[in-house]
């Protein structure tokens, strides 16, 4: 392990102007009857970047997001959100409630619901369907949901039932119930996959609006829509971080062409 990455996480509360991490990874381990899918592991994201994950089919991205959100536990390693927060001693609910929100590939939107009560459900959290759709909205609640809607692009879409959005719709919705948690950290695993051309150019400027505000990191396999998008670029292969840099840099490099850019 690498002292100087490790001191990053272990002198809390003492201000360190060269490293604004949101995200620690470090010497993470992971096997699946002896098979290693994650494998010395370390990767650290900057609050407010938005950083785009790659690599071959297997490669772990898939099973990274899993360790951060609690659902696959390391057999080795560390990962901590901020300087204080040690993900490993969380449950998936409670690294949900600490500002980690994730978005799977599927939507998984109340079909039979608007799109304004998708976002309420969504802010009202773990509460029952019947407690949020009565509970009278705040200035500030009201404020969050027209905000959003703005942000994802549905504002003509309030009344309409999320069922019959289309699929690129139903994936900003989802986004944009994650984003009435207000969360700091935004997993975002291929979310492109079936969209149409003009989808996919609204969810490049979404994602990259929201960077900034909140720190994104995007998994995806659409190399058009990475880069579109990309600041820092990260190459997982076999579970380890084969390459980082700009979308140029690991598009160049002779190791990320032979393992995946070369097919
Ligand atoms: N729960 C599990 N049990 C057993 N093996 C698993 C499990 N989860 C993942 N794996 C294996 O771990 C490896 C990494 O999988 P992962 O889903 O993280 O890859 P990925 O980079 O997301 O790939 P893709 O681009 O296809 O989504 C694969 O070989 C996969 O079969
Ligand atoms: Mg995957």
Redesign the pocket.
Known sequence: MSEGAHLRHTEAGQPDASHTAILYLEDLNVSFDGFKAINNLTLYIDKGELRCIIGPNGAG??TMMDIITGKTRPDSGQAWFGQTVDLLKLSEPEIANAGIGRKFQKPTVFESHSVAENLELAMHGNKSVWYSLRARLSGEQQALIDETLQTIGLTDHYHQAAGALSHGQKQWLEIGMLLVQKPYLLLV??PVAGMTHQEMERTAELLTSLAGKHSVVV?EHDMDFVRSIAHQVTVLHQGSVLAEGTMDEVQNDQRVIEVYLGE
Do not use: A, G, L, Q
């Open positions: 991205k898939t695993d291929e998994v």
